[in-house]
């Protein structure tokens, strides 16, 4: 397929119709209503289910029981639409239904404002919800990331019998770039054998997510935490730049992550050894490779878009004794390459003054 | 001779009483000697004359579904034709 | 007992049996509470309209949360107040499935009061099946938005006073109002002819929705002998002399379609 000038909204939008998702449930907010708007007229078109519903809280419940069918579905929101959707993500996680969410973060928290922050990490990459269970979510920090992580969202999603959650920050909803469409694939139209399609020569099917007894629920918790067990090895996503030979780590995702991916080619100009590691997956989080380059490194500058949220995970990982240094702007700020550049020259410094021995 | 029965699953019955009041027949009990598995007296037929007409009034408003209604089928046409021809 | 099939006497027929649409499982419900004559009558109308295999429940948060135990066909479990949402979903994907919620007064008149006017609004072409009673049984008695001036619960224990908490709400007019509705009545199921009523307004409910004319409600007054105090016969007598005046029983909204169909 040729590249095309795309918005990240759109983008997301049409990724999931070549995608075959068969129904789209959403509400307008800023700023990604230009996903609803664009689904609006596409699903029609397509002979496809969109409903504009009359909340976040209703949307996310019509994607419940749109999921329950076991055909491709998705809805979109930004931060305080997703903090009304953690209801719904919360059944259907334990229901065990696959669904895929796209959120548009914005600055934070309450109403905040529509500009672009990554303040949701802690909500989304946690249990998205009450309870025990974890989302998996994707992180894409271009408008074709966009595109390939909807597409990989969806086929998780199904594999696993679960909830993905594409998370991206308000700038890569807005922004337009050149990108490539996969082509239209043919949506699945028969629900697979354990979803609610009409109880035809078969024993009914429910879905739920009530057990009464203790025992009972703990087995059904049993099973969910099994689920992320086999999905946590495998489904570890990272791009990184530079770390063969690094003394020192930049760490961000999304917009954050490609600006870090600036400021690490201008301090590599400078002669410093200086990797990015962006993460792809933020949940599961990438930790088997960060810990395999925390053992190489001796020091990580951690960037966000929110006052240090992705940051308790690096530093789970990495250990107490690695130096950090945090760059976070919050209410809709971006961190610039300067400021990423004077973290790192600072720790460099620091790590350089150092005696031998804290080098690992 | 009845017109109709009824069957209790008297497993099932929670002994509501809501059946008994509105049997036209007045030919339902609920039992005093006896209870079920689950504690509860249960509803009975009790129609020494055969007066049930499986108007099946019992069956609709029992709420768990305990009572299954017999009934003896409507004459059929031919029959009353065959009457019809006798008399005419 | 409980047996799939019982034998008839000797020169008699069956003529009344428990629905296929029914599982053989014992319900949870109170000795008389009309929970199981509302789910019975359902599944009896989901038999008569032969559509069991392409029905899809969706249960709600309350007394009758394991409904999709008792129904013999495919059944989700909505979040409290949701079904309306989730319904919609699943109708919008499975158009030619019979889909339908089953709320009681909580679920549907506090906490869902939006999904449930709005799939409304939308004209859903979905049935809902409202059971009112009240107060709200499962979490042991407390007032509902349907609780009527001067009743005591257990959160109103002096009596609902209308001052401070307002009037009951009225679902079936409201409902009515709503253009996308095309058939809103009210019910009740306090004596064996008005469960005969009730449960011809499901089947019209049901065809309006396989004829696709839009949103159906059948809203029915039901009791809830726990929680009022009383035995499952003075329930019945209460619905009809305190609830009925002031929920009154009728045709609310039936569109021209509707009413063609008959």
Known sequence: MPREL???????????????????????????TELLEHMSSEMPRLGRAFVQAESELAAINMLYGAACTGLRCMTSSSSPGISLMQEGFSYIACSEVPAVVIDIMRGGPGLGNIQAAQGDYFQITRSAGHGDFHAIVLAPSTVQEAIDLTVLAFDLAEKYRTLVIVAADGIIGQMMEPAELPPMQKPRTTSPDWALSGAEGRPHNIITSIYLGADNLERVNKRLQAKLARIKPNEQRYVEHDVADARLLVVGFGTAGRVAESAVAAAREQGLAVGLFRPVSLWPFPEDRLSELADSVAGCVVVEMNAGQMLEDVRLVVGREMPIEFVGRTGGNVPLPDEIMEAIKRLYHQLESQPAEHAR | MAKGTILIDEARCKGCGLCAPVCPKEVIQMATDRRNAKGYRPAQLVDPEGLCTGCAICALICPDVCITVFREPAPSKRSRDRHKAVFA | MSETSIAPPENMVAVYQRPDALTHVDTHYCPGCTHGIANRLVAEVIDELGVRERTIGVAPVGCSVFVYNYFNFDCAEAAHGRAPAMATGIKRVLTEHV????????????????EILHAAGRGENITTVFINNAIYGMTGGQMAPTTLPGQKTSSSPFGRDVELTGYPMKMAELLAEIDGAAYVVRRSLHNPAEIRKARKAL??????QLAGLGFSMVELLSTCPTNWGMTPEEALKWVKEYMVPIFPLGDYKVGEAVAAMK
């Open chain 1, 6 to 32: 795309l918005k990240g909204n759109v983008a997301f939008a049409e990724a999931a119709i070549r995608a075959g998702c068969l129904a789209y449930f959403g509400y307008p907010i800023t700023p990604q």
């Open chain 3, 99 to 114: 889909v339908f919620t089953y709320q009681g007064d909580g679920d549907l008149a506090a906490i869902g009061m939006a």
């Open chain 3, 203 to 208: 089947v019209t409910a049901f065809r309006a």
